[in-house]
């Protein structure tokens, strides 16, 4: 079993920043992807970016330049910053994980529970 907790969101202005934390436990043999999701209320949930194990990412365009993933691969944590918040990026922003778990060493996708982020005046 693979668990993911996300932390950091909350109500902030446009413009400000926020800093989201997600983290991985349970049985990890490896993490090959973490990644950032989100959906907005009426709206399919979207990618917002993703990092690979060597630190290779991949970023939505309408984040592109205000976001950036990290993650500390020795503490199965991934983190999104994120700048210049505006309105529209008021979701909640999912972690997801590729892991490699279990005694049979399965390759799963696990999500977290989801942390509201609101952008408003």
């Known amino acids: 079993q693979v668990q993911l907790v996300e932390s950091g969101g909350g109500l902030v202005q446009p413009g400000e920043s926020l800093r989201l934390s997600c983290v991985a436990s349970?049985?990890?043999?490896?993490?090959?992807?973490m990644g950032w999701y989100r959906q907005a209320s009426g709206k399919q949930r979207e990618l917002v970016a993703r990092i690979t194990s060597g630190a290779v990412t991949d970023y939505a365009d309408f984040v592109k330049g205000r976001f950036t993933i990290s993650r500390d691969n020795a503490k199965n944590t991934a983190f999104l910053q994120m700048n210049s918040l505006k309105p529209e990026d008021t979701a909640v922003y999912y972690c997801?994980?590729?892991?490699?778990?279990?005694?049979?060493?399965?390759?799963?996708?696990?999500w977290g529970q989801g942390t509201q982020v609101t952008v408003s005046s």
């Open positions: 349970g049985t990890i043999f490896s993490i090959s992807v």
């Open positions: 997801n994980a590729i892991v490699e778990t279990g005694r049979a060493r399965r390759v799963c996708s696990s």
